[in-house]
């Protein structure tokens, strides 16, 4: 099924220790993104990639880093991991902006660094 | 700052009423306002876009009015399901040179039997 595939679906770090969560969409969007998710505190954007090769810091990028591989896949690293990372993670994609369609999100890494 | 406000209690409707969630922003232009469904363990999924030139905007029960000069949106289900119980989430696009949506904290919506 077309669609954003998010890889893992659940993951628990020590603090301190790296992890790269993987995204890769198969709708050809060109546009993709990185989203955290905490109680009370709703969806807030971490990086963004307009096309291949371009990336750039969302509301709350730091400690975070991004890579888009192709037009297919877009990455987020935690280089060394904090508790404050725990959180819900959203990969999300696009077709252009100004058609009548929104993002198509993936289902979700629920990371813990405990 | 900006700031974007959706009832933050659970909304609590009879199955087969009209269901209405509200979203209120504060200094923003959007040119985009967006509403999204998540379920639980899940993530959002695309439900309406409805541009600032626009009034209104339907999708078979589904019904979306932006209003610029109130800075307010409202989402409305008609006949409600029971099945229409999830958290809707409003979202913002300001549209220019800045990329990525801005989201509401969703209003969690119970559909009763």
């Known amino acids: 099924n077309a669609g954003v595939t998010q890889t893992p679906k659940f993951q628990v770090l020590k603090t301190g220790q790296s992890m790269t969560l993987q995204c890769a969409q198969d709708?050809?969007?060109?546009?993709m993104y990185w989203y955290r998710q905490d109680p009370g505190m709703g969806l807030r954007l971490i990086y963004y990639?307009?096309?291949?090769?371009?990336?750039d810091k969302g509301e709350v990028p730091n400690g975070y880093n991004v890579s888009r591989l192709n037009k297919r896949e877009f990455s987020l690293r935690l280089e060394s991991a904090a508790p404050s990372q725990t959180s819900v993670y959203f990969c999300?994609?696009?077709?252009?902006?100004?058609?009548?369609?929104?993002?198509?999100f993936g289902s979700g890494t629920r990371l813990t660094v405990v | 700052s900006q700031k974007i406000e959706q009832n933050s209690e659970a909304l609590n409707i009879q199955e087969g009423k009209t269901a209405t969630l509200t979203c209120n922003y504060t200094?923003?232009?959007?040119?985009?306002l967006q509403w999204y469904r998540q379920d639980p363990g899940r993530g959002p999924v695309f439900l309406l876009l409805?541009?600032?030139?626009?009034k209104e905007k339907r999708k078979e029960r589904l019904k979306v009015t932006f209003d610029t000069t109130l800075k307010q949106s409202l989402f409305h289900i008609t006949a409600s399901q029971p099945a229409d119980s999830a958290t809707y989430l409003c979202?913002?696009?300001?549209?220019?040179?800045?990329?990525?949506?801005?989201f509401g904290k969703g209003t969690h919506l119970i559909i009763q039997p």
């Open positions: 999300a994609s696009r077709v252009p902006r100004g058609l009548s369609y929104g993002y198509t």
């Open positions: 709708m050809n969007h060109n546009s």
């Open positions: 990639s307009a096309s291949e090769g371009t990336t």
């Open positions: 200094n923003y232009s959007p040119a985009y």
């Open positions: 409805i541009r600032e030139n626009e």
């Open positions: 979202a913002l696009d300001a549209g220019g040179g800045a990329d990525g949506l801005t």
